[in-house]
């Protein structure tokens, strides 16, 4: 759980011109909500023949977007891609999963 502290010191002054101590407040701002993704689950899935070489690179570029409350720039993510999982009957054809963490 990161968390930060703000500190805010004040003093207040009198017309007589007597100053207080100096009053602290602290205020901690932590971030407990995970980023979220902003690209639509299944957008990015593609369907590509097998001698598409140039479809197949440019389905593997495509990238999701996320986004945080807290953190403006979440574009650090960890981008995994998957073994090839050829389908039952078929070893030219089947899915590619890439993980986005």
């Known amino acids: 759980m990161p968390k930060k502290d703000l500190y805010k010191h004040l003093v ?4 007589c011109g007597n100053t207080s101590a100096v009053y602290t407040q ?4 932590t971030d407990n909500t995970a980023p979220g993704w902003t690209t639509v689950a299944e957008f990015l899935d593609r369907t590509v023949e097998c001698s598409e070489i140039q ?7 495509l990238f999701p977007v996320a986004s ?4 403006g720039d979440v574009s650090d993510i960890v981008k995994t891609s998957g073994a090839y999982v050829p389908s039952v009957g078929c070893a030219q054809e089947g899915p590619i999963q890439t993980l986005g963490l």
Request: glycine share 6%.
């Open 12 to 15: 207040v002054t009198d017309d």
């Open 68 to 71: 945080d409350l807290c953190d």
């Open 26 to 29: 602290v205020i901690t701002i």
């Open 55 to 61: 479809g197949l690179s440019d389905a593997q570029a």
